[in-house]
């Protein structure tokens, strides 16, 4: 039997509904933020997520979908959006234009274990700004996703952010780190004690080991320009969203300098993790490009959904009904004309009889029937009945868009 995926899925219905909302409301808050959309390709060619996204990261090291195609070219299913932005913005001379801001919605692919809010194709909607070093684009990129957020009716939803340095001094934190844990090795967990070499940061967000260390394991000293940058981050955000500095959030992904940040909520058994994002001074001068700063996030679209709480705006929805073949134009001329009047209208089934028409629009949830027959058309009227209340009249053809425009 046909069979799907595991860590795939079917969306259809509220879930498929809800996502449409999140990726319209975050549509509206980038055109007011002025950020261009950007459609990229799902596949790319692996060695760009290798070089951005980074060799000893988690989805670089057993979570891409990756294959030789047909042309023996190494190819991965994108996992995540930031290095295909960073590969167009070289390779299509944008920075022509230094100063840009990107939006993209789209899958992505990592074969994760699934689980609840975890799925091995995703949506993500993410924004990248490249250009501007300001600590006014980190504050400016994270008032943005809070807008969404906020529009959405997230709530409860908390901001954590933090700095993880650059180059110069990150390294010293790299190695303190490396001899703090080495002293711990024999109680860090499996998968800790294989990251400890290669990125020992990491050990500080691992869900078994980080708590543990919260408080003892050594803490990252900043530069002064890093210190700086960081302070201003905060002053902007200060009064505008409520934000806790967490020195343990270091996330997954090798690019990231100075801010990073999660927006997490807690979704019934699901990941909390709704949106995260950071800066990424180096990483377009790393993939053959201009030195270029940018700063950006991706929210995942599944998980916002789940913990959005708005309530769609329920439009009016007719059905027109035909009772005989004589009627079936007259029928179907007014369904079309209710459409162009921005009527929600459905019908049409007209090799159905009367009772299974009816039976078809209280099963999509029609809140009017309007019934058409023979007598109708002579008389060039309906039958308009409210199938919340039950109560039917018959009106004249001229005044069915103020009738239904008035009915409750
Ligand atoms: P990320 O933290 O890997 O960052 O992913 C961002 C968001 O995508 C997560 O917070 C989560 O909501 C969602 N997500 C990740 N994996 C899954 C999954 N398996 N199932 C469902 N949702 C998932 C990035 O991808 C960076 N590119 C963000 C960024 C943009 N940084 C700078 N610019």
Same mark, same amino acid.
């Given at each position: ?135 006014? +684009?980190? /504050? ?7 807008? $969404?957020?906020?529009?959405? %009716?997230? @709530?409860?939803?908390? *901001? ?112 909390? +993790?709704? /949106? ?7 990483? $377009?001068?790393?993939?053959? %490009?201009? @030195?270029?700063?940018? *700063? ?113």
């Amino acid at each position: 039997m046909a069979k799907l995926l595991r860590g795939f899925r079917d969306l259809f219905e509220t879930e498929a509904q809800k996502l449409t909302k999140v990726e319209r409301i975050s549509r509206d808050i980038f055109k007011i933020y002025g950020v261009n959309e950007l459609r990229l390709p799902t596949l790319e060619l692996k060695e760009i997520f290798i070089k951005a996204t980074g060799q000893t990261t988690d989805i670089v090291q057993k979570e891409m979908y990756a294959f030789e195609d047909g042309g023996g070219r190494l190819v991965a299913m994108r996992p995540e959006g930031t290095p295909g932005v960073a590969r167009a913005y070289i390779e299509n001379n944008f920075q022509a234009n230094p100063v840009q801001k990107f939006f993209y919605i789209g899958n992505m692919f990592r074969a994760e274990r699934p689980q609840a809010g975890r799925y091995r194709e995703f949506e993500q909607i993410g924004v990248e700004y490249i250009g501007n070093a300001s600590p006014a +684009a980190d /504050a400016e990129v994270i008032l943005m996703l809070k807008a $969404i957020f906020d529009k959405l %009716g997230v @709530k409860n939803y908390k *901001v954590k952010i933090n700095s993880i340095g650059c180059k110069e001094c990150r390294p010293k934190f790299r190695e303190d780190l490396i001899k703090f844990f080495t002293l711990q090795k024999d109680s860090l967990c499996e998968k800790c004690q294989t990251r400890l070499e290669v990125n020992p940061l990491r050990v500080l967000d691992c869900k078994i080991d980080g708590p543990k260390f919260t408080q003892s394991a050594p803490k990252q000293v900043l530069c002064p320009s890093c210190q700086k940058h960081f302070d201003e981050v905060k002053k902007y955000l200060e009064g505008k969203v409520p934000f806790e500095v967490d020195p343990c959030l270091v996330r997954g992904l090798d690019y990231y300098t100075k801010t990073v940040f999660e927006f997490q909520a807690d979704i019934a058994g699901a990941q909390n +993790a709704l /949106a995260a994002g950071g800066r990424y001074d180096d990483l $377009i001068a790393s993939m053959g %490009g201009p @030195k270029v700063p940018a *700063v950006g996030w991706a929210l995942g679209a599944e998980r916002v959904a789940l913990a959005s709480t708005f309530e769609e705006i329920k439009t009016k929805k007719v059905f027109v009904v035909s009772v005989e073949e004589s009627s079936n134009s007259y029928a179907f001329n007014l369904l079309q004309d209710l459409r162009d009047n921005g009527f929600t209208a459905e019908g049409g089934l007209f090799d159905k009889n009367l009772k299974a028409q009816m039976k078809q629009a209280n099963k999509i949830g029609a809140d009017f029937a309007i019934i058409i027959g023979g007598n109708e058309v002579a008389k060039n009227t309906l039958l308009l009945k409210n199938l919340n209340s039950g109560k039917q009249k018959e009106i004249v053809y001229q005044d069915l868009f103020t009738a239904l425009k008035e009915e409750k």
